[in-house]
């Protein structure tokens, strides 16, 4: 009858609340959210709440002492976390610290004889793996397992934790941030997408993607390799290092589908591919596939879209 914890990183999605609900519901104790970049959480029951100047930015090492704060004076039976960038540092670390075992990339989760029993994928998911371990365990759940929106508030309860000792001698120290430009392009937030892979061949072509993004209503988007080439921006990268996204349409030109890739687009309600490779591994999650060129393709749908 322990709680269910909940850490929350900057951004405070509480899909993840949604999520750990059913979770804390089988285990029969409190959803606690721990949020210490602070937001709104009201469909947690208990808000634990710490303050301390080192959380004003984004430092594992003092984010990792609050979790572990948390976890030593909670005692949850479940921790979980997602798999940000902050969630891939602090899982892990947090799991080591408290000597509590860890099931990394989670799709599906459920608590029940004392267990956790989980979903997880593998290579990017390429492969999904059923995991068991004995509470009190971690869990780190992939940004595509959050489907659902919380069904309602908590009960809003407050409690504060004591910002741990560890926070007034950090050995890391936060400077200054560096964003890259952005160009007005939230991939997170578009309901179509148009995404090139490495068939796109250079710079040169990216314009044919371009005029069908637009003939279609879509933001452009791109594989890693595209980006490393430098043929589009970083902000328009998908992908494990890049955006993780849940469009109703991505159409993937010249994407061959490499866990990487996949794990940042497998979410989308429609998955339509274009590849010369019928052997491509994006054509294994596609809803619909065409082994054809590209070029030819995007052609064809650009004029029979602005016709």
Request: aromatic share 4%.
């Amino acid at each position: 009858m322990g709680d269910t914890l909940v850490y929350l990183d900057p951004g405070v999605n509480e899909r993840l609340l949604a999520f750990a609900r059913p979770l804390a519901d089988a285990a029969g104790g409190p959803l606690v959210a721990l949020a210490p970049s602070g937001g709104d959480v009201s469909a947690a029951d208990v808000v634990l709440g710490v303050s301390h100047p080192a959380l004003s930015s984004y430092v594992p090492e003092a984010h990792l002492a609050v979790l572990s704060a948390a976890i030593k004076e909670r005692s949850p039976d479940l921790v979980v976390l997602e798999n940000t960038t902050a969630g891939y540092d602090l899982a892990a670390a947090a799991a080591a610290a408290a000597g509590l075992p860890l099931v990394g990339y989670c799709l599906e989760a459920s608590v029940q004889g004392g267990q956790v029993q989980a979903t997880c994928a593998l290579y990017g998911g390429q492969l999904q793996a059923t995991v068991s371990a004995s509470l009190p365990a971690v869990i780190a759940v992939n940004s595509t397992a959050l489907r659902d929106d919380p069904s309602g508030p908590g009960k809003g309860e407050h409690a504060e934790l004591a910002a741990p000792a560890e926070l007034d001698s950090l050995k890391t120290t936060f400077i200054e941030p560096v964003v890259p430009t952005d160009e007005g392009v939230d991939l997170t937030k578009a309901e179509r997408i148009v995404s090139v892979g490495r068939g796109i061949g250079g710079t040169e072509n990216i314009p044919i993607a371009e005029e069908l993004a637009e003939a279609l209503g879509a933001d452009l988007a791109a594989s890693r390799p595209v980006v490393d080439s430098g043929w589009l921006p970083k902000v328009r990268q998908v992908g494990k290092s890049g955006a993780q996204v849940r469009p109703k349409l991505y159409l993937a030109l010249g994407i061959s589908g490499a866990p990487e890739h996949i794990e940042g687009m497998q979410g989308a309600e429609l998955i339509v591919a274009v590849n010369k490779d019928p052997g491509a591994a994006i054509f294994n999650i596609a809803h619909y596939g065409a082994v054809a060129d590209l070029f030819e393709v995007a052609d064809e749908l650009t004029s029979l879209l602005n016709e």
